[in-house]
């Protein structure tokens, strides 16, 4: 099993900026791909951006030249530092991972708990 662990996030004015990591733990054999997700009030999840073990990132077009994804593979974490924040960014992001517990098996999605973050004046 893999466990998510998020810290960052909070609130901001518009043209600030944040940045959340969140931390992987448990058994498994490797972290094929990291990234982020992000989920605001009455909308469905959106994707962010993803980074595989060694890179490079993508980004959301959405989010594309304001938000970086970034990883520290030998701390298990992902980053994601975000740039020129606007009130649409705020939502609950939530971080992920694509894991093997063996080389044989498919990986398996894990989800974080979610950190908020609010852009508002």
């Known amino acids: 099993q893999v466990q998510l662990v998020e810290s960052g996030g909070g609130s901001v004015q518009p043209g600030g900026s944040l940045s959340v990591s969140c931390v992987a733990s448990g058994t498994f054999f490797s972290i094929d791909v990291m990234g982020w997700y992000r989920q605001a009030p009455g909308k469905q999840r959106e994707w962010v951006g993803t980074?595989?073990?060694?890179?490079?990132?993508r980004e959301a077009d959405s989010v594309k030249g304001r938000f970086t994804v970034s990883r520290d593979n030998a701390k298990n974490t992902v980053y994601l530092q975000m740039n020129s924040l606007k009130p649409e960014d705020t939502a609950v992001y939530y971080c992920y991972v694509l894991a093997r517990q063996r080389l044989e098996q498919p990986p398996r999605h894990y989800w974080g708990q979610g950190t908020q973050v609010t852009v508002s004046s």
């Open positions: 980074i595989t073990t060694h890179g490079p990132s």
